[in-house]
């Protein structure tokens, strides 16, 4: 185990898990003094009966929402967070509930700044450090189990007009109570069940091999791996098997504690920038690069990228397996569980770059976008803690393997 000199590690959000956590939101509410809350969601959790839950269970101590904003989109930008926190001054609300996935939490987080700062322009929060005192009361209940945005100190929201993706990093941005509840994801569908339970392996898995890195990172990011890896393809085959919800939701948490405090790499790099460029999922992103992170730092990071055989694959699968096998062999196991997902899915959850399709069928990465995306990524914050540099060569190289799907010739990486 690496023992850094110096390291900071801090999740101060009380989480509640458990089959039926949130009929414990009556008092978490008045826990934290939250009389006027909003809630956050979009419509699709709305449309699915999941703020029916949560209202039934505040209704048991006669607390009722001040306002509902149920119009968050998939791909929410900065107007989304102005227009919230337009409505929270309106109705004279005291606290939020963000119910949803990560573009709803991000947006909350968003609109938490501006209410709490008495600001009108986010862009001034830009960047780390720069949210310097406690927000207003939070509450968060994921409804997908990938960001684990309720316990990061994050939050990434979309700029539309200048085609980027703006980072906020704070301790204050840390929800001050999580909610998990197996119910706010058993509705979710195979496919994005599929590309969520991805995003969070990303975060784990480049939590426990980038610079980062930390002994209480590494534990929690191993654990979700291993959740992850026992439950992902079993719950897109079952939908209705809720522990196994409540498996990947819990994973799902830990890999953002995990990521919060150690950081991520040129998987989440890659991504904020296709997503910038081409508005494609997070989670679509970053299931299609993670064999491509971890075959650009293995000469870096071999031994980590082969530790992590063991919750990848079980222990069976790492006693057999020669110490130097290991890293090729977790990138195995890994483009592997691509393939079954996709398999599962009836072949809607992506492998590359160029199977990537929006609803209509058009496809949203076309080729001739990779060079924008490169240009961009340049400018991501994510790269500093990868392992090894990317020059703009580097990153067309990366790219143009991921939109065919070939594995990356690991002999023209350069050795910084």
């Keep these: 185990m690496q023992l850094p000199a110096y390291y900071e590690f801090c999740n101060s959000v009380k989480t ?59 791909d929410s930008d900065v107007k989304v967070v102005n227009e919230v926190a337009k409505i929270y001054r309106a109705k004279k609300c005291d606290s939020i509930i963000a119910v949803g996935g990560g573009s709803v ?47 990061t100190s994050v939050a990434v929201i979309a700029n539309h007009e200048k085609n980027i993706k703006m980072a906020f990093g704070s301790l204050f941005l840390l929800p001050d109570i999580a909610i998990i509840d197996s119910r706010m994801t058993k509705t979710l569908p195979p496919t994005i069940t599929a590309f969520t339970g991805m995003d969070a392996l990303t975060h784990a898995v480049e939590a426990y091999f980038c610079l980062a890195k930390n002994p209480l990172s590494d534990t929690t990011a191993l654990a979700a791996i291993q959740l992850i890896a026992q439950n992902l393809v079993n719950v897109v085959k079952k939908p209705s098997d809720l522990d196994g919800r409540l ?56 031994q980590y990228i082969g530790e992590l055989l063991y919750p990848l694959a079980g222990e069976e699968v790492y006693n057999k ?23 599962a899915t009836d072949g809607k959850h992506p492998r590359f770059l160029k199977e990537v399709y929006d609803r209509s069928g058009k496809q949203m990465i076309p080729k001739e976008k990779l060079p924008d995306i490169a240009k961009t990524a340049m400018s991501d914050p994510a790269q500093f803690y990868n392992p090894e540099d990317l020059d703009y060569n580097d990153y067309i190289m990366v790219l143009e393997a991921a939109w065919e799907g070939i594995p990356l010739d690991r002999k023209k990486i350069k050795k910084g």
């Design 321 to 343: 397996t020669q110490k130097k096998e290991r890293p090729l062999k977790t990138v195995e196991y890994i483009r592997k569980l691509i393939q079954d997902l996709h398999d």
């Design 247 to 302: 498996a990947l939701a819990l994973a799902s948490n830990l890999a953002g504690m995990a990521f919060s405090n150690s950081m991520v790499g040129l998987v989440h790099n890659i991504g904020h920038a296709i997503g910038g460029v081409c508005g494609v999922p997070h989670g679509v992103c970053m299931n299609i690069l993670l064999p491509y992170g971890l075959e650009y730092n293995m000469h870096k990071r071999s």
């Design 16 to 74: 509640i898990v458990g089959h039926k956590a949130l009929e414990q939101i009556p008092q978490s509410l008045k826990a934290i003094n939250a009389q006027r809350p909003m809630i956050i969601t979009d419509k699709g959790v709305e449309q699915a009966g999941l703020i029916k839950i949560v209202q039934a269970a505040m209704q048991k101590s006669k607390l009722k929402a001040a306002a509902l904003f149920d119009n968050v989109p998939a």
């Design 105 to 151: 939490l991000d947006t909350a987080k968003g609109a938490n700044i501006l209410v709490s700062e008495n600001a009108t322009d986010l862009l001034q929060f830009v960047g780390y450090g720069n949210v310097k005192r406690k927000l207003r009361p939070f509450v968060a209940v994921p409804t997908t189990a990938g960001t684990g945005s309720e316990v």
